[in-house]
């Protein structure tokens, strides 16, 4: 039996340079064993599964896994999961708005050519960084505590934790340990000059399985709750564009708007660069 399969570049401003993601779709009914050894042979950091909903506000339903494990909730597999059902002919039952299930629930999404955006979730965690978690947070990123200048518990699913350095450059200055002694989810963010085409520069270091630390190119989870953090704390205004994957040589854009109900959107570019079938 076969399953098809796009391969998507999520948040690249040009192809080629944002978040990979593969999404599959199979008439035959993988369990999650199953979507878990193909994620882990494709070896991208998500592969994501979509399936028919089981809510009927719902147009489609995805499961989300990364190497090690399934997420309730990530934003590039959402952008990009999104964008492999509309190319794949799918209509979503309300022209301007496609509605996402996945384990957090309903994710609404809007599309703009080949921008899409998704509606941030509301965090499950957020407030104060105890100083440990934050001397520790230091440590993995090579820097003196002083170094941090703000922090916020920014977890919606991913648990991230977000820690603010002085500058951009110095966010793109971080040469972070490759190994840490347990689970860690780190977002980092720093403001580029006034003026600048993109307010903030963000990187995002997070561990696998085995203690090793892995830089992800672009993040949507993260980018939606720094938004979040962000805005409501006045650091910044949207519309704005956030910088990730610099660092990588990538060139992620992520879009940030708020509407008049307080809503914060996530946008980005989705492209198919490849696609076919792969036995399952």
Known sequence: MTASF???DVFGQEPFTGNPLAVVTSDYALDAAEMQQIT???????TTFLLPPTNKQADYRVRIFTLERELPFAGHPT???CHAWLTAGGMPRTSDIVVQECGAGLVALRRDGDTLAFAAPPTVRAGEVDEATLTEVAGVLGVDRSAIVDAQWVDNGPGWVAVMLASADDVLALKPARSHGK?????VVGFYPPGASVAYEVRA????????????PVTGSLNASLAQWLL??????????????TALGRKGRIGVERDGEGQVWISGNTRTLASGTIAV
């Open 40 to 46: 882990r042979w494709l070896n991208l950091s998500e």
């Open 205 to 216: 270091i997070f561990s696998d399985k085995f203690g090793g630390l892995i830089e992800d």
């Open 6 to 8: 796009q391969l998507i």
């Open 232 to 245: 409501a704390s006045g650091q910044v205004h949207a519309p704005y564009t956030a910088a990730q994957g």
């Open 79 to 81: 952008l990009g999961t």
């Open 183 to 187: 689970r860690i989810d780190i977002g």
